[in-house]
């Protein structure tokens, strides 16, 4: 079957797929490790698109996905480009807010498969990545990751 709108993907919108598949698979390793809460995955790449860092959310309190990749990046971290699967939070709760830890190590662009519908989130995260002057683009892979966290979206539907 031949689609006449379908649009041909550049390399550099290949490799935004395949890394944000990446942390949609690191995601699901914490299947039954943080009951009642949102399944994240993290990767976050250099300009040359090498790997620099990745996590995902395994314990309620402990460091969340974006947390663990900027620590394995460390200064690499600077310039850097995030694959994020649900959009960072932004306030302080057991954990510091992700939004800042992000701002301050300097990365450059962050790709969010999906809003956060948590009510102290909704989209403010994002607002605060673009107010520090960070390119976000929301949606990539968006099905996957609704998918993913089902449960998560119709707890906190609105």
């Known amino acids: 079957m031949f689609l006449f709108n379908k649009k041909k993907l550049t390399e550099q919108e290949k490799i935004d797929i395949m890394w944000m598949n990446e942390a949609l698979d690191l995601a699901k390793k914490g299947n039954g490790m943080v009951p009642g809460r949102p399944l994240v995955g993290c990767v ?10 990745d996590g995902f959310f395994s314990k309620i309190g402990g460091p969340h996905a974006e947390i ?3 620590q394995k990046a460390g200064i690499k971290a600077m310039g850097a480009i995030m694959y994020v699967t649900l959009e960072p939070h932004c306030f302080h ?12 190590a300097g990365v450059k662009k962050i790709f969010i ?3 956060d519908p948590f009510p102290k989130i909704q989209g403010r995260g994002i607002e605060e990545l673009k107010g520090a ?7 990539l892979k968006k099905e996957k990751a609704n998918e993913l966290n089902k449960e998560w ?6």
Do not use: H, R
């Open 133 to 139: 002057g960070i390119e976000v683009i929301v949606g």
């Open 153 to 158: 979206l119709l707890k906190n539907k609105s």
């Open 93 to 104: 709760g057991l954990t510091p807010p992700c939004t800042t830890a992000i701002i301050k």
């Open 113 to 115: 498969a999906i809003e």
């Open 44 to 53: 976050l790449v250099d300009n040359d698109n090498n790997k620099i860092g």
């Open 68 to 70: 663990q990749a900027l």
